[in-house]
């Protein structure tokens, strides 16, 4: 992931918390959606806090796993939080690994690929690293469109501060959507590329666990709400509170969407090879 105005990544238990929830059943879907052989070599590029790696080794029953983030808070917490003896996480960005050629079967990202700033080299990387035939896939949340916690969120915070529009999520990750997806995928060189949305609930207990995760400081929107003063961060928080349906028990029912899109390596020598 890469820092880029109100993109904080310093701590992974905050991260987790805010994200965590969701991002465990959308991961959990996704593998479905790949039903992957037993026994493979994988690479979880961007691993983060390591929910997508955690559900591999639960899942996938791989034979070897390795997680990569640039991210050393992140590491960190993915190491202390997963003991698996397959599993291994290092320091590293999405455009240098510094695995071998050929070296994994799967490579995998989950929620990470519109974070990077070079996408064509991090796909370039992925073709390198993945053996002939070898699957690379990732997936994004639905920004613009379908991850309403974080729509509602911006849409509040730009009718308050019309100047958060150029931290919406929504306006600044074209990329995550199905064509553009797709594209990049088919543009890297990957065959047979496939795109497919993802929904998972996301229920909240009443206003306060929704809004909790937000002041804790990591990821864009979070990274946002610690910039705030005090009065403008309880006007943030009391505008999106009434923008929001809650039952008549409180709670908070949101709908969460993610674009999942893989492809395969196709059999040739190297990525060159295919320019």
Known sequence: MTVRGHDPWSSGSAYDAFMGRWSRLVAR???????????????????????????????????????????????????????????????????????????????????????????????????????PGGTVAGYVWDYADGMQLLRGFWDAAVALDPEARALDEGARFPVAAPEPLGEAFRAAGLTAVEVRAIEVP????????????????????????????????????????QSLVHDTDGSIALAARAWAVRGERPDWRSPKAAQ
Do not use: K, Q
């Open 29 to 131: 879907r996704f593998l479905d959606w790949l039903d992957p052989a037993p026994d493979r070599r994988w690479l979880d590029i961007g691993c983060g806090t390591g929910v997508l790696s955690t559900a591999i080794l639960e899942c996938c029953a791989p034979e070897s796993l390795i997680g990569v983030d640039p991210s050393e808070a992140f590491v960190a917490h993915a190491r202390a939080t997963t003991d698996d003896p397959r599993a291994t996480f290092v320091p590293g960005s999405a455009d240098a690994t510094g695995l071998d050629d050929g070296s994994v079967d799967v490579v995998v990202s989950g929620l990470v690929l519109n974070f990077v700033p070079d996408l064509g080299g991090a796909l370039g990387e992925a073709l390198r690293v993945a053996r």
């Open 202 to 241: 996301t229920v909240f207990a009443d206003f306060d666990d929704l809004w909790n995760p937000f002041l804790r400081g990591t990821g864009p929107a979070p990274g946002y709400v610690a910039s705030l003063t005090g009065a403008a961060r309880t006007s943030l928080r009391d505008r999106l509170r």
